[in-house]
């Protein structure tokens, strides 16, 4: 299995773009996480997802944040409009049955 | 929410030294994870353990559930386990597919 994959690995985008991250789960499994990492605030769950659909997105932080997965192999994480502050790495996860989960490599986004 | 608290924050050690790093959590667990942030970021998976004692090479942990604590120790360490160590929980409550939440972790430097 080729783990966790997401989508660009590293992007770079002006102040007021729409940025949209992408991530493909281990096949099989059933949760789908998208968490953020910054210095100040560390690794902070941002939603989360059961069986394709959203359970808890306590995380995100205002609306101009949004995440889908229309299907089990498939989910993005768009932030409309980007903002500097929204600069941190974006970590895509997901976990089977056997409640181990897997981190992709990170989208480390920079918004200037 | 469920609370993580890690401890030391920071760790020094000479190769060959061994270490244990502890995971203090607030509430009853039924997923616990030990996470390895390398030096250029990938959250590597080091155990599953929301219970009972894993060994793998020279490291290996213990969760004991009922006093709401894990350890994680390594062995001879290498330069090579520098890096940030993270322990993440899911609450006991939510059933299987419960979230997982981090720990501010441990940044450990191994000397050579």
């Known amino acids: 299995d080729a783990g966790v994959i997401q989508s660009p690995r590293h992007e770079v985008t002006e102040m007021g773009q729409e940025v949209t991250l992408r991530c493909k789960p281990i096949s099989g499994h059933n949760s789908l996480f998208w968490y953020r990492q910054t210095m100040m605030r560390g690794l902070e769950l941002l939603i989360y997802?059961?069986?394709?659909?959203?359970?808890?997105d306590s995380g995100m932080p205002e609306d101009r944040f949004s995440a889908k997965m229309p299907n089990a192999s498939f989910s993005t994480l768009k932030i409309q409009p980007s903002e500097p502050r929204d600069s941190a790495v974006y970590f895509c996860a997901s976990r089977g049955l056997d409640r181990v989960a897997f981190f992709g490599q990170g989208t480390r986004l920079t918004v200037v | 929410g469920i609370q993580v608290e890690q401890s030391p924050p920071d760790l020094i050690l000479q190769e060959g030294a061994n270490s244990t790093l502890r995971c203090n959590f607030s509430d009853s667990v039924n997923n616990l994870q030990w996470f390895h942030q390398n030096p250029w970021g990938q959250l590597i998976n080091l155990f599953y353990?929301?219970?009972g004692t894993k060994q793998n090479g020279r490291l290996s942990a213990t969760t004991v559930a009922t006093e709401r604590y894990s350890l994680l120790y390594i062995s001879s360490s290498q330069t090579t386990d520098s890096g940030v160590y993270f322990c993440a929980v899911g609450p006991g409550r939510s059933g299987a597919n419960s979230k997982l939440t981090f720990g501010k972790g441990i940044t450990l430097s191994v000397r050579p």
């Open positions: 353990i929301p219970s």
């Open positions: 997802f059961n069986n394709n659909v959203p359970i808890d």
